[in-house]
């Protein structure tokens, strides 16, 4: 069945119009019609079973047949990085951590950063396209760019991979999700990772080679969903 997201959509709908690019592509790309059933997905764990009510192309509305809320799993999974300078690859990123479960992704302003402004509503839509792909029922939240520092004194007690070299424990020991921290392509700092450790982070040894920055964030989700 075909999927659209409805971000405003609730248990007490009765009708909804999809925006006009889902109209579009409801209508016009997927040619459906009238009495023709989809679902919709809220990113909020809502999914609903839909009628087309009028197929109209750029105001498809929908009666609204039945809804199912799915809770949230209680592990979060939050990744927090410095975005690449290559758009292309972030963009990859969001839409596999999205297929896999990622919860949250905060972006972080580092000293070696090589990117400093982002395109949000371009990853969401990545972000988005991926959920309904993956039939994921929450949509991650993505936030803007914040300090390295005061994100760790916000959120301590975490895991960060850095290339140091330092004692770090291995990544398949990790038994909890925490928020995990990636660094820019030219590493943390060194005053980054020593105020990171004071704040209770651990440093987790992700490969015995050097990794891209989205390839460690994968693979930091990765083991994330499987705490």
């Known amino acids: 069945m075909h999927l659209f997201y409805a971000?405003?959509?609730t248990d007490k709908t009765q009708e909804y119009t999809l925006?006009?690019?889902?109209?579009?592509?409801?209508?016009?790309?997927?040619?459906?019609?009238?009495?023709?059933?989809v679902e919709l997905l809220n990113g909020k764990g809502l999914s609903v079973l839909a009628e087309i009510k009028d197929d109209h192309p750029k105001k498809c509305t929908l009666h609204i047949l039945s809804?199912?809320?799915?809770?949230?799993?209680?592990k979060e999974i939050h990744l927090a990085l410095?975005?690449?300078?290559?758009?292309?690859?972030?963009?990859?990123?969001?839409e596999k951590?999205?297929?896999i479960g990622l919860s949250k992704m905060t972006f972080l302003k580092c000293d070696h950063n090589e990117r400093g402004q982002l395109k949000l509503d371009r990853l969401e839509k990545i972000a988005i396209s991926a959920m309904k792909q993956s039939k994921r029922y929450y949509l991650p939240e993505i936030t803007?760019?914040?300090?390295f520092q005061s994100f760790v004194q916000n959120h301590p007690n975490g895991f960060?991979?850095?290339?140091?070299?330092?004692?770090?424990?291995?990544?398949n020991s990790i038994e909890e999700s925490k928020v995990f921290l990636i660094g820019p392509e030219g590493d943390f700092s060194e005053n980054e990772v020593n105020f990171?450790?004071?704040?209770?982070?651990?440093a987790v040894s992700l490969s015995d080679f050097r990794l891209r920055t989205e390839t460690a964030a994968l693979i930091s989700v990765m083991k994330l969903s499987l705490v």
């Not at 960060?160 to 990544?171: F, M, N, R, S």
Request: glycine share 4%.
């Open 19 to 37: 925006t006009e690019d889902e109209s579009k592509h409801c209508v016009r790309v997927l040619r459906l019609k009238q009495g023709s059933r």
């Open 144 to 147: 803007e760019l914040v300090s």
């Open 7 to 9: 971000p405003e959509i």
């Open 67 to 74: 809804t199912e809320f799915h809770p949230r799993s209680a």
């Open 160 to 171: 960060i991979g850095h290339c140091y070299p330092a004692e770090k424990i291995d990544l």
């Open 196 to 202: 990171a450790l004071q704040n209770g982070y651990q």
């Open 97 to 99: 951590a999205t297929e």
């Open 82 to 94: 410095a975005p690449t300078k290559n758009m292309d690859r972030l963009e990859w990123l969001m």
